[in-house]
């Protein structure tokens, strides 16, 4: 194949694009909807991170200014974790909307996860938000395939392809060419949002962790491209494939709305169909259901922690809970957090693994729609996606557990049994110890792992789609 010619055709296929109405009616309203995205975007993780340290820091204050009491008092007063927006939220909000934001964190009780903008909203949310991601995902593709659907059914039409043949121009230099002048105008699109999203990344400074998110940009870049050039190398296949423009521009509408709108709804009922969830009804029955099996840590005639108790007197050599050398309510308050954490965790990992067959469905779909690759791996990779979601759950479950445990051994160890002198109450001084509720991101590496099987088939459909082209060019039919 001859580069030059190979270019010369992409030179070609951008002028007689640019010569439509069509593109200039595209462009503007790319820009408009470009703009739009970027600003509600931008104002919305501003907002959104703004509110949210302030009220974490309010949390703070309020904790730390309680005054000297009794520490289960404290494990009781509990605190709250909130959730913050990653700088790349800007880009695809995924499941933000969705999902809740702040969680109160008490003793004994793992809460859900509240507040989230889909509950506070209307129905129209459900339709989805504009986005930068969504104008990638959902109109670019549609532009790809209008802008390309003529590319060679209609110069097999008008007699033109045959012209080119005859004139010495190989089957693969009008192939490629082709393609590479489509590819590299949807670049044009990709390239806009990403050096606009590219400012975002390096001026925020909120997120202190800008080679992360550096990272996380590249791949997401690099995902894209990979992405365009496969829809592509789909609308070239297609239009080479059928005998007229207009059944090729229909076949690629269809191809757009199976990858878009059906596939994914689709898949969406079957898995919840498969693998039915729990509501949040059953699920806290279940949960009290088992925590009463363990017995209940504040009732004293408990047959379970009656049991506790006599094994510890045991193990002391004593008689009576006062003659403990710790406060005995604490260690049965410790006792009881753990037990009842783990009935909690338990159910919370059965209800994960419903939801990672439900979503693993979806997930290998993108073998057969590489709409679901960059779907996964654009919300991944904004810190978007459900798997983000559940980080920050896990790490609030472990705060709340540490802050509940510490409160119990303050109280084994500076607060008497009763009968003995001392006091009922600690000093204030170790409510300002306990550290703050931080959270980061997860990692670049745990977010590869997580989304294995999206990066491998869009890499499988990169490869498929010049082997496609490689054959095509073999075959290709200038009548």
């Given at each position: 194949?001859?580069?030059?010619?190979?270019?010369?055709?992409?030179?070609?296929?951008?002028?007689?694009a640019f010569r439509s109405k069509v593109m200039s009616i595209a462009l503007g309203l790319m820009a408009l909807l470009l703009a739009f995205s970027a600003y509600t975007g931008y104002e919305n993780y501003h907002e959104q991170n703004f509110?949210?340290?302030?009220?974490q820091d309010n949390v703070q204050e309020s904790w730390e200014s309680n005054p000297d009491k009794h520490p289960h008092r404290m494990a009781h007063y509990g605190s709250f974790a909130l959730r913050l927006k990653h700088v790349l939220s800007v880009f695809d909000m995924g499941m933000e909307n969705f999902v809740g934001n702040a969680v109160f964190l008490e003793a004994h009780k793992q809460n859900t996860v509240n507040f989230s903008e889909a509950s506070m909203s209307t129905g129209l949310l459900r339709f989805g938000e504009v986005s930068l991601a969504m104008l990638l995902k959902v109109i670019v593709p549609l532009l790809i395939f209008y802008l390309g659907f003529a590319t060679i059914a209609r110069e097999r039409e008008n007699g033109t392809l045959k012209l080119l043949i005859g004139q010495g121009i190989k089957r693969k230099e009008i192939v490629f060419g082709k393609w590479l002048g489509l590819w590299s105008l949807s670049l044009v699109f990709l390239g806009a949002v990403f050096v606009l999203l590219l400012f975002f990344v390096l001026t925020e400074d909120h997120d202190t962790l800008h080679a992360e998110s550096v990272a996380r940009y590249t791949v997401l870049l690099v995902s894209y491209v990979l992405f365009f050039a496969v829809l592509s190398a789909i609308t070239i296949l297609v239009s080479a494939f059928s005998k007229t423009a207009k059944g090729a521009l229909v076949?690629?509408?269809g191809i757009w709305l199976l990858f878009v709108i059906i596939v994914p709804k689709s898949l969406q009922a079957v898995g919840y169909y498969l693998y039915p969830t729990p509501s949040k009804i059953e699920m806290e029955t279940a949960v009290e259901h088992d925590l009463k099996k363990l017995g209940d840590s504040?009732?004293?005639?408990?047959?379970?922690?009656?049991?506790l108790k006599d094994s510890v007197l045991m193990a002391n050599n004593v008689t009576d809970v006062n003659d403990l050398p710790f406060n005995y309510g604490g260690f049965v308050m410790a006792q009881g957090e753990r037990l009842s954490s783990q009935v909690y965790l338990k159910h919370q990992e059965d209800l994960y693994a419903?939801?990672?067959r439900q979503n693993n469905l979806e997930r290998l779909s993108a073998f057969v729609n590489p709409y679901s690759a960059i779907k996964n791996l654009s919300m991944a990779f904004s810190g978007t996606d459900f798997q983000s979601f559940l980080h920050f759950k896990d790490k609030a479950e472990t705060y709340r557990y540490h802050l509940a445990q510490e409160m119990?051994?303050?109280?084994?160890?500076?607060?008497?049994n009763k009968g003995k002198e001392g006091p009922d109450r600690i000093s204030s001084d170790y409510w300002k110890e306990f550290p703050p509720f931080e959270y980061h991101f997860l990692s670049i590496g745990q977010v590869f792992q997580n989304e294995i099987i999206s990066i491998i088939a869009l890499l499988l459909w990169t490869v498929l789609s010049v082997l496609g082209l490689v054959r095509l060019a073999t075959n290709l039919k200038a009548i």
């Open positions: 194949m001859r580069k030059q010619v190979i270019v010369l055709i992409a030179r070609q296929f951008w002028k007689d509110t949210r340290d302030a009220i076949k690629l509408l504040h009732d004293p005639d408990d047959p379970h922690f009656k049991a419903v939801y990672g119990n051994r303050l109280q084994m160890e500076l607060i008497p």
